[in-house]
């Protein structure tokens, strides 16, 4: 069942995982461990054996000993040596991913600064204005670039009378958002509460939420809403929607509320 929590973050997730059996890596580490004990008893029974037999019996029973003993420790060796393995194999991935996630921060975030700093160098509101609107831009599309695949995200400005929201500008997915919010609807108010709460709201599954009343073919399942604020003064809101139930979670939503508190800064000014 989906959840809807205002201030704070309730996800439902199901994670799933392939039978243990199908995982050729883990067939080879069990063969080796089983052999590795099956070589091991049979050292030792060849070994108790070899104390009842006599002249070439016995030369034969010892090396066979002696073999089966070898092998034990070889099985061992090779098995360590796959852990190691994987272990370095997982250490190097993590270093990868982790230089890409870098990138992908620096490449979503340095247009958001760039713009900040312009707008503290602009002198006529038609200035500040012109650089309000790039920056709003900058920061929707960096919420859909460090979101899931598949995600939207919408920034709407708080109308003058504080009765309606309107779309200043969108990213990710082809279909357009929804154009604004009006006062006196179930979800116009809804979002209009959380906006002059400065609050925000995280629905893991729109199907299950009354606040939610998505535009027909809109495509998403999950939403995050954040107002954006300066200071105590409401400014309008940040959203952010992906296609499956559970697509955002909390990290999604601290994300949105920075980006967010980034907005604010600039149009603070404006």
Do not use: C
Not at 48 to 66: C, E, F, I, Q
Not at 144 to 164: E, K, M, N
Request: charged share 15%; net charge negative.
């Amino acid at each position: 069942m989906g959840t809807a929590t205002v201030g704070r973050v309730s996800t439902t997730t199901t994670a799933g995982s392939a039978p243990a059996g199908r995982d050729p890596d883990r067939i080879k580490g069990g063969l080796l461990t089983a052999g590795a004990i099956a070589a091991a008893a049979a050292a030792y029974v060849t070994s108790a054996a070899s104390g009842d037999a006599h002249g070439a019996a016995h030369t034969a029973l010892l090396v066979l000993g002696a073999i089966l003993a070898g092998t034990t420790v070889l099985l061992g060796a090779l098995q360590q040596r796959r852990t190691q393995r994987r272990l370095a194999t997982a250490e190097h991935v993590a270093v990868e991913a982790e230089a890409e996630l870098l990138l992908t921060l620096n490449g979503a975030l340095a247009p958001i600064t760039n713009y900040l700093g312009d707008m503290a160098d602009q002198r006529t509101a038609d200035g500040r204005a012109t650089v309000a609107g790039q920056l709003s831009q900058a920061v929707v599309d960096a919420a859909v670039r460090l979101t899931v695949d598949g995600s939207r995200s919408a920034f709407y400005r708080l109308d003058d009378d504080w009765q309606g929201l309107t779309r200043e500008g969108w990213g990710g997915r082809s279909a357009q958002p929804r154009g604004s919010f009006v006062a006196g609807t179930p979800d116009g108010d809804a979002v209009l509460d959380v906006v002059r709460a400065g609050d925000y709201v995280a629905i893991d599954d729109i199907s299950a939420s009354p606040m939610v009343t998505p535009s027909p073919g809109a495509g998403y399942r999950t939403v995050v809403a954040v107002a954006v604020t300066a200071g105590s003064l409401p400014l309008g809101l940040l959203t952010v929607d992906a296609p499956r139930p559970g697509d955002l979670g909390p990290i999604d939503v601290e994300l949105l509320r920075v980006l967010a508190n980034l907005l604010g800064a600039g149009l603070a000014q404006v």
